[in-house]
């Protein structure tokens, strides 16, 4: 039976159930209120992020859910401006009326966590590191998602390429290391790459959590670094058509997006659909423009589903593509950027829209089918997805490198009904991916992998204790095809299997309202990605020949972490120590004067640096923490601190392309004015302290800088529709620097030529709105 078979057999046997299962439905209502003056809270928001449902209080803080499961235990989170979020279980087994009264406060609330645990709870709860990012912090000035979290989540940096492109990187850990999911599904494009983005529309995510630290557990081999999940906005209330407009422009390289959403629910069929664009040309360094570097981007998303009471079924789509130029810098004379003919780039050229050669097309499509099935007093998820990533590199019209990538996923989880106290969970995963090369030139050869796992969950929760224990299973093969051209091999082919027992267990003790303490320690595993194992050719977009290594093991993280989280009246913050023990760990690594010369099809010859997959063990150890003071309502001072220590214990040396230590720190005055509601000011600095422990055989050091922000905005009233206005300036002082982690860095950007490199770009100012809707109430 073929995997395809396969995978549609399974997918026929996980949901039947649910066509064989009638509930009768619940429902749950109550009111929400002052504490102190007992009065009603209208407007709050009530949401039971498992079955994915979200209501609004009326003007007697009356709120209600209908067609809910007939049984089962879940997590009701309340929020509401000025008021503490108050999270608790309810049991719909015996349907009655929950009442919540708020507390107020200045602080931002812990969430609902639901990255890293199967089971949804109060981050005191989650003995993993997570953060929640929410709507209006990911729509801040940020060049890309990954961009707005590498600001505000400490742990959190990038790899960039200019502003085009971002990857993750938490804990020092990315590329294959870091799991994005979006949809509930893992994104599986070429994480491999230096130059390789994440295919996610910035403009999409109603909030975001971040998971640092390794979480095989759940979701196989590559989380072992962490992971960022994307997560849907909910559906409104029955009977209610909401939605938004936003926009907004960057003056250093007159970035433009806009994006535009509508989501309703008619008594259970919810929908939704979205449409965004964004658009960019060159941007401008200190010293002026880089050449070719600006892109443009569509995204095109909808989801149709169900929420009935035996639970929730939604078909999730999306479009997305991406065009990034690039250049490889060539020098006049005096020193001035040049075309291929010689001649320097004008003004117009540089602002220009239209992307020249060489360029990147990226296009990704997928397919997510999420459902959830009240099953007797438990309950099944299963998330199934279809993928297919195309990307090519392009010297010219015809594509040098065409990788046609095409992945088929399953994710099921079943929850037992309690007992005794624990909470049990047992899931399966597996997907295909199938790739192909379609250009002209080959990095990486044609490949088929599959992979399966199990695993077994419990949770338990005693007085103000929880404990939290899991064993997973995985099997993971790779096959790699053999190629001649011209009687000459370029790919030898390969062969590999892996199998891996991974585990993990962790703790939260709540010491008091103020106080709590989580600890979480495992080990994963990471297998070899076809590229580590099979690379042979010029990789187009890192300027460099890179070699694979069909022998390569797969790598095994032993992993520990431990948080203090405390929150007060005036204060609240966290401090947190990990330490991450990786053998076999893979990376691709050059030296001096291993170069090797490539002659294209025009007989023109070019100098690459030779880079090899190795292997060495690394030790990853760091601090990371977060500190708010609230003196007054209106006043916030907001901070975020995070360093890493990474040595490759095999050569006794730093390992390469680690983040620098940062602390970033915003001062935000939040006034009351007549008329204007959400008023705020800011000020912030962005310092990154030197990175003198790099690799000194393929890595240069960088030095320290201090970036100077601000910001002002507001929320007006046009009759009754409210809009966001904003502007916002980043590096204000226009500072000259190189980030650690930035690919135009010396040494970086052209191995042959260390000294060359390009600044990270300069002063950015951005004006943008944003408009909620609604439509039907």
């Keep these: ?23 009768f439905a619940s429902t749950v209502t109550g009111k929400v209120s002052d504490a102190k003056t007992n009065e009603a809270i209208a407007g709050a928001t009530v949401t039971i992020t498992q079955l994915r449902l979200s209501t609004i209080t009326d003007a007697n803080g009356s709120y209600t859910f209908r067609s809910l499961p007939a049984k089962g235990k879940f997590l009701v989170e309340v929020r509401s401006l000025g008021y503490k979020t108050m999270i608790r279980a309810i049991d719909i087994a015996d349907p009655k009326t929950y009442n919540f009264a708020l507390a107020t406060s200045v602080m931002e ?81 070429q994480q491999w790459g230096d130059e390789h983005g994440i295919e996610i529309d910035q403009y999409q995510g109603d909030r975001v959590e971040v998971l640092r630290g390794a979480s095989s557990l759940l979701y196989g081999s590559d989380a072992i670094g962490g992971v960022i999940n ?21 003056t250093n390289n007159g970035l433009s997006g806009s994006s535009v959403m ?57 479009y997305f593509k991406n065009n990034i130029g690039f250049y490889d810098p060539q020098f006049d004379s005096q020193g001035n950027y040049v075309n291929d003919e010689g001649e320097q780039f004008t003004d117009k050229d540089y602002k220009s829209r239209t992307l020249q050669f060489p360029r990147q097309d990226i296009r990704h499509y997928k397919a997510a089918l999420n459902n959830s099935f009240a099953i007797g007093t438990g309950s099944l998820k299963v998330d199934l997805g ?25 994710d099921a989880k079943y929850y037992l009904p309690e007992s005794n106290g624990w909470e049990p969970v047992i899931g399966v995963s597996g997907d295909l991916n199938h790739s192909v090369n379609k250009g002209s030139e080959f990095l990486v050869p044609a490949y088929n992998t599959y992979s399966t796992g199990a695993f077994a969950f419990a949770k338990k929760s005693w007085d103000k204790n929880t404990f939290n224990a899991g064993l997973r299973y995985d099997y993971i093969y790779n096959k790699g095809n053999q190629l001649y051209i011209d009687n000459e091999q370029k790919f030898a082919g390969f062969e590999n299997k892996f199998s891996n027992i991974s585990y993990a267990a962790g703790f939260t003790h709540i010491f008091n309202d103020n106080l709590n303490f989580k600890a979480n320690a495992g080990s994963a595993f990471r297998a070899p990605n076809p590229a580590e194992l099979g690379s042979n050719g010029v990789h187009e977009g890192s300027y460099r020949y890179e070699i694979g290594n069909p022998d ?141 422990r790099v690799d000194a055989t393929f890595e240069t050091p960088t030095s ?14 046009l009759g009754k529709q409210p809009v966001k206005l904003y502007v916002s300036g980043n590096n204000l002082a226009n500072k000259k620097y190189y980030d650690a982690l930035s690919r135009f860095k010396p040494g970086r950007l052209d191995q042959t030529n260390p000294t060359l490199g390009v600044y990270n770009p300069g002063r950015n100012i951005t004006f943008g709105f944003y408009m909620p809707l609604a439509l039907k109430n």
């Design 704 to 717: 320290s800088y201090t970036l100077i922000n601000a910001g002002i905005g507001t929320t007006v009233k």
């Design 262 to 318: 509508l989501t309703g629910n008619d008594s259970g069929f919810v929908w939704r659909t979205r449409a965004s664009y964004q658009n960019a040309y060159s941007f401008k360094t200190p010293t002026g423009y880089f050449p070719n570097s600006g892109f443009n981007q569509t995204n095109l998303s909808g989801m149709l589903g169900l929420n009935k009471g035996w639970g929730y079924s939604h078909l999730n789509l999306s």
């Design 386 to 410: 279809y993928q297919k990533n195309q990307r090519r590199e392009l010297d010219n019209p015809t594509p040098a490198l065409f990788f046609d990538l095409n992945t088929y996923s399953l």
């Design 552 to 692: 390569l093991k797969p790598e095994r993280s032993y992993q520990a972490d431990a948080t203090l989280e405390f929150d007060s009246k005036v204060v609240s913050g966290s401090f947190g120590v990990y330490e991450n023990y990786i053998r076999n760990y893979i990376y691709a690594s050059s030296r001096t004067g291993d170069n090797i010369t490539v002659t294209d099809d025009n007989g023109n010859p070019t100098m690459y640096a030779v880079y090899h997959y190795g292997q060495v063990n690394a030790n990853l150890m760091g601090l990371e923490g977060s500190l708010t003071i609230h003196p007054a309502k209106f006043l916030h001072f907001e901070n975020t601190f995070g360093y890493t220590h990474a040595q490759n214990t095999t050569f006794d040396r730093p390992l390469a392309f680690i983040p620098a230590a940062t602390v970033h720190n915003t001062l935000r005055f939040e006034p009351s004015i007549r008329n204007l509601q959400s008023s705020f000011i800011y000020v912030g600095l962005d310092n990154a302290f030197a990175q003198n």
């Design 109 to 189: 609330a812990r969430e609902v966590v639901i990255t890293g645990t199967p089971i949804a709870g109060n981050s005191k709860t989650n003995s993993t590191s997570a953060t929640t990012v929410n709507r209006e912090d990911l729509l801040t000035p940020a060049n890309n998602l990954i961009d707005a979290l590498a600001k505000q989540v400490p742990g959190v940096s990038q790899i960039t390429t200019g502003p085009a492109i971002s990857k993750p990187v938490i804990r020092g850990l990315s590329y294959n290391r870091v799991v994005t999911l979006s949809d509930g599904i893992k994104q599986q494009g």
């Design 1 to 23: 039976m073929t995997f395809k078979k396969t995978y549609l057999y399974i997918t026929i046997l996980l949901i039947t159930p649910f066509l064989a299962f009638t509930a």
């Design 230 to 250: 994307i997560l849907e906005p909910l559906s409104p209330p029955p009977g209610q058509i909401r939605g938004e407009v936003l926009s907004n422009y960057s």
